[in-house]
């Protein structure tokens, strides 16, 4: 098989990219290793920024996101139950951030992709190594079906996640590889029952962080910070809750209680590497970077890299102009860092990391009372959660 790009992984990273290129009439295939029912069911993010929200718009796959997903004007922040509402669209002059899931922005650019166009998508087709990515002729050797293939590309796209062949293909000496393994985890569950606040709520208290979010009017995502070590069954239904109320909780409020659906423990780890592309090979999402989940980026990053990406390679086929690829790398990281920025310092702000009346736990708090003081903190905050406009 021959194309002009070739992608690994239809995660989001991976669909937006092909989508964006077939709207700039550039013939790309994608690759991925699972079934298409797996991927369109995996559950992940579902905050989605301005700018994502903007694009798949533009793209023309926005109309189940424009019926059912739920903008969100604000957030709120809680310190030990006193509250601070950051009102996004007065702070950051209109912008926002809408609630929809991560399956389901999946879902919709398959459909488009897939069913509507019959672009090439292979499910259960896994990439096995890449080859000759400093030629301008690389090959992506996959198997599918029980036989192994070739795609002879003018470039190749790892969009294939954290455990992808994409970062393992790019020479050891070009980059240099940061981590952040943070020593507590986020138990998280999907609960049917409404949201208790019609914002999400960011809780620090001195018993640990807990997360407010929904996935739609019946149904509340909830998080508490647990430690790394910790299980789900030593969580049964009433102590969460318990720990919920207590952790969420502000004079006057109460928390929705309901069946609690699914369960499950993350590790919050910050990744990334300094150099995200080689030869013929560029490195998006997941691939390149991880953020720990306080902030609700990573999605979004995937997505802010392929739209870079998506505009180099329209440069490179309609202007004969490499500019922009060349400088893919040095331009995605800008937003890398930002981002790696900001979900640390949420990260910081918000879960339990020092003793009560330590040194460290009382800048957490003079923080805390400088974001209730400071238009400009909260400005800051509003900005960078909605999603910088251009970096
Ligand atoms: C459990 C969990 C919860 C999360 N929660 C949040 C959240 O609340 N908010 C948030 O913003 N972010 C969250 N994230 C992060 C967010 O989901 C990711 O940042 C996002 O999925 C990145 O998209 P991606 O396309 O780069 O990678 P992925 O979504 O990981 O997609 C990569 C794809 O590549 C495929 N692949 C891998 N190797 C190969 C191969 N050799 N051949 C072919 N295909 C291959 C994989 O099967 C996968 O489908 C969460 C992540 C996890 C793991």
């Known amino acids: 098989m021959k194309t002009k790009v070739g992608i690994i992984g239809a995660g989001p990273a991976g669909l937006f990219l092909s989508k964006i290129l077939h709207s700039q009439g550039i013939d790309n295939v994608v690759l991925e290793s699972r079934s298409r029912h797996y991927v369109e069911n995996r559950l992940r993010a579902g905050l989605l920024e301005h700018n994502t929200v903007e694009l798949l718009k533009e793209l023309g796959v926005g109309k189940n996101l424009i019926n059912n997903g739920i903008p969100h004007h604000g957030v709120m922040l ?15 002059g209109g912008r926002n951030i809408t609630i ?5 922005v999946v879902r919709d650019l398959i459909a488009d992709l897939a069913d509507k166009n019959n672009y090439p998508l292979y499910f259960e087709a896994t990439a096995g190594h890449i080859e000759k990515i400093e030629t301008d002729r690389p090959l992506i050797h996959y198997e599918y079906e029980g036989e192994n293939h070739e795609i002879h590309c003018d470039y190749v796209v790892a969009c294939d996640g954290y ?22 985890s986020w138990l998280g569950i999907l609960a049917e029952t409404p949201p208790s606040s019609e914002e999400l709520i960011y809780a620090f208290h001195t018993r640990g962080f807990a997360l407010l979010s929904y996935r739609s009017p019946e149904i509340s995502r909830l998080y508490i910070q647990v430690d790394n070590d910790d299980h789900v069954d030593n969580w049964p239904d009433d102590k969460l809750w318990d ?8 004079e006057g409020w109460t928390l929705n209680k309901g069946p609690i659906i699914q369960k499950g423990i993350t590790p919050m780890r910050s990744y990334m590497i300094d150099h995200m592309q080689y030869g013929r090979l560029f ?30 390679f329209a440069a490179h086929y309609h202007n004969n102009d490499d500019t922009l690829l ?19 310092f949420m990260t910081q702000q918000f879960h339990k990391r020092f003793q009560e009346d330590s040194f460290d736990y009382q800048l957490q708090k003079a923080q805390f009372d400088y974001i209730k003081k400071s238009v400009a903190m909260r400005t800051t905050i509003a900005e960078n959660y909605v999603g910088l406009k251009e970096i």
């Open 78 to 92: 809680s310190f030990n139950g006193e509250r601070v509402h950051i009102p996004f669209e007065e702070l950051t």
């Open 100 to 104: 929809y899931g991560q399956r389901f």
């Open 163 to 184: 455990h992808g062949i994409g970062r393992q293909t790019l020479p050891g000496h070009i980059f240099n590889t940061h981590r952040v393994e943070y020593p507590f």
């Open 243 to 250: 720990e919920l109320d207590t952790r969420l909780g502000t």
């Open 283 to 312: 490195m998006a999402g997941d691939a390149a970077h991880i953020v720990p989940p306080t902030g609700g980026k990573g999605l979004n990053l995937a997505v802010a890299d392929v739209k870079l990406l998506g505009k180099a």
């Open 326 to 344: 060349k400088g893919y790398s040095t331009d995605a990281l800008k937003r890398v860092w930002r981002t790696q920025h900001f979900s640390n």
